[in-house]
């Protein structure tokens, strides 16, 4: 067993681990996919700060009109005949204009001071205490779900940290707020503060009258709405993204079924053939998917059958190697026989030149028969290259020519190039093999011919000879193991039959085929035979 079918066999006989089948790939890739994008989505910092931009500019046009009115109508006149703000009037006049707790409105007067507080004066004598409705089961457990996915986002919570922490002193004073130090300087000025729960936007505006500063307003709210605004929206991409997961997950599960279960079955019979008697077993058939699956299905249905081919023509080669050397064998065991029954000398040396005629035809069938059984490994092995058809011929006649055949090899073609892709040797083989053929048929006088042409991606060589032909019962047998059909003058032993059938292997495995037909003259009288070898370019 070689050490490929070793680890395959291990890794068969381990149990694979669950992580790695192709059911959970799918769905750790889906899935992986889908939690970027959900994670992603509930990274809203860019909503958040538009909300928190669109809430500073609506505090600090309040806080204007605020500004404004106090400038109106909270200032008094002190014994200096100096304005100054009156803290009966200021209480009286944001009791009016701040009417919310969600919104916090504090002044402090031109030294800094605090004078009053919206939160004081709204929140005086009230002891109502609001509390929400429990909410449903589904909506409890989906908060929990946002709870815990917003507490493993690591950013979920990094725009916060970055402010400063929000804190009162007592008493209060305008230095404890940049933004108020600004607005008592004649600038309108915001700033933003990280609380426990959330932020605390703040916007100080200054109170002036007669362009001269009394004193600052400084307007202030949290971010619960906003909050709630992208909280809410985020409990929207989870419930929509829960959707989304259980679709992706059944849709995965169909899809590496869909995958899985004909690869599995595939596998499976695969295996059988190997361990079973293969003739029993058949390779499902999913070739009406029409799909990858179906194409993989088609190769390994017609590799199997393929190797059943290879398995019977191995058979039938051993049959016929066997028919074919028992034939020499024989005749050779008769001749020794005979020899020492005979005692004229003429005839034992007639029977001695049998032995040699029969040992050479054994030492033929022995090369071609091993050089046959060689082929399929060597083309595998073999790796293609451009060939220039052209050159080649004329390589193979400078060969004859030096081997001083009586026969004139001629060569005919109207191109000077000529390229496919394939195994130099091989084809050659093929040529050689063809020209041997003509050369045991022809008459030493006559010629042979080789000719070279390309029709659209094919390239074609013909060999013609002027010996006898084919008859019509043997067209179909000449490419066949061992056929061999000669002359009463062709030398006895001297081809094995294999030439043709090798001829024939190379050209399949070169995507080319080999045909034979006779030769006629005007008058349709056989005047030799015609190969044509065809090739495509690629």
């Not at 009037?89 to 001071?113: C, D, E």
């Not at 209060?172 to 108020?180: G, I, K, P, T, W």
């Not at 053929?437 to 029709?455: H, T």
Request: hydrophobic fraction near 40%; proline fraction near 2%.
């Amino acid at each position: 067993m070689s050490k490929i079918e070793n680890k395959y066999t291990i890794s068969q006989d381990k149990k694979r681990k669950k992580w790695k089948t192709i059911t959970v790939r799918i769905l750790t890739i889906n899935i992986f996919g889908l939690l970027i994008l959900m994670g992603g989505m509930l990274y809203l910092n860019q909503f958040r700060e538009g909300l928190i931009n669109t809430k500073i500019t609506s505090l600090t046009n309040e806080g204007s009109v605020i500004a404004g009115a106090l400038s109106q109508s909270a200032l008094d006149l002190d014994k200096n005949y100096d304005y100054f703000l009156n803290r009966s009037k200021t209480n009286s006049l944001l009791r009016r204009m701040v009417n919310t707790t969600s919104k916090r409105a504090r002044v402090f007067n031109s030294k800094g001071v605090l004078i009053s507080d919206s939160r004081i004066i709204l929140e005086a004598g009230r002891n109502v205490q609001a509390e929400d409705l429990p909410n449903d089961f589904f909506e409890s457990l989906l908060y929990k779900i946002y709870t815990q996915i917003k507490s493993i986002i690591p950013w979920s919570n990094s725009y916060n940290n970055k402010l400063p922490k929000y804190s009162e002193n007592i008493p209060q004073l305008a230095s404890d707020y940049n933004e108020v130090s600004s607005a008592l300087l004649g600038e309108t000025h915001y700033a933003l503060r990280a609380s426990k729960q959330n932020l605390i936007i703040s916007v100080a505006v200054p109170i002036q009258s007669f362009k001269t500063v009394q004193g600052a307003l400084l307007l202030s709210t949290n971010t619960t709405d906003i909050d709630d605004r992208v909280s809410q929206f985020q409990m929207n991409i989870i419930k929509v993204s829960g959707l989304s997961l259980v679709i992706t997950i059944l849709l995965s599960l169909y899809l590496s079924n869909v995958l899985t279960r004909p690869v599995k079955q595939l596998a499976r019979a695969a295996n059988r053939v190997r361990n079973i008697n293969y003739r029993q077993i058949e390779i499902p058939d999913f070739t009406s998917r029409e799909d990858e699956i179906g194409d993989l299905s088609y190769a390994i249905r017609d590799m199997t059958q393929e190797l059943y081919n290879r398995i019977d023509a191995i058979e039938s080669f051993a049959a016929d190697v066997s028919h074919e050397i028992k034939n020499p064998l024989t005749s050779l065991g008769s001749a020794i026989d005979a020899f020492n029954k005979v005692s004229d000398k003429s005839k034992q040396e007639k029977l001695v030149s049998i032995m040699k005629l029969d040992l050479k035809r054994i030492d033929r069938l022995i090369t071609d028969i091993s050089n046959a059984s060689r082929l399929d490994a060597e083309l595998s092995r073999s790796k293609m290259r451009p060939i220039n058809i052209i050159k080649l011929l004329e390589t193979i006649l400078i060969v004859y020519k030096t081997k001083g055949w009586k026969n004139k090899i001629i060569l005919e073609s109207d191109f000077k190039e000529l390229w496919i892709t394939g195994i130099e040797d091989s084809i050659g083989q093929i040529i050689k093999n063809l020209v041997d053929n003509a050369i045991s048929f022809s008459p030493k006088s006559e010629s042979i011919k080789l000719k070279a042409w390309q029709i659209k991606n094919y390239i074609f060589i013909s060999c013609e000879d002027e010996g006898p032909g084919f008859k019509f019962n043997d067209m179909d047998k000449i490419f066949d193991r061992f056929y061999t059909k000669r002359t009463s003058e062709e030398s006895f032993g001297k081809h094995s039959g294999l030439g043709l059938y090798i001829s024939k292997k190379i050209a399949k495995v070169h995507g080319g085929k080999i045909s034979a037909k006779n030769k006629k003259d005007a008058m349709g009288n056989i005047i030799g035979a015609i190969f044509i070898l065809e090739i495509p370019v690629k």
